[in-house]
């Protein structure tokens, strides 16, 4: 089993900065990608931001310049630095892990958090 636990969410003015974070633990051999994807009521979940253990990223148009993923490898974590935020931030954030969990197993597992609401209003 893989748990992974966000944190750091929370209420933000426009033009503000919040830092989320997110760590997975329980049965892991390797982390491939980390991430970050949002979700708002009545539409699809988004991509916003993945990194992988080489430390690649990749973002989504409307967070660049604005956005940064990074994560600690030794720690399973990765955050998600968010600066200069928009009303049409809000969201809720889930996390995802993709999780190597045997060393004999190639099989990638991805694991989702249970979701970090931001809120970005005056």
């Known amino acids: 089993q893989v748990q992974v636990v966000e944190s750091g969410g929370g209420l933000m003015q426009p033009g503000g900065s919040l830092r989320l974070s997110c760590t997975a633990s329980g049965t892991i051999f390797r982390i491939n990608a980390m991430g970050w994807y949002r979700q708002v009521p009545g539409k699809q979940r988004e991509l916003v931001a993945t990194?992988?253990?080489?430390?690649?990223?990749n973002y989504a148009d409307f967070v660049k310049g604005r956005f940064t993923v990074s994560r600690d490898n030794a720690k399973n974590t990765v955050y998600l630095q968010m600066n200069s935020l928009k009303p049409e931030d809000t969201s809720v954030y889930y996390c995802h892990a993709d999780v190597q969990q045997r060393f004999y197993d190639s099989n990638i597992v991805r694991a989702w958090g249970q979701g970090t609401q931001v809120t970005v209003s005056s």
């Open positions: 990194i992988l253990s080489s430390g690649t990223t």
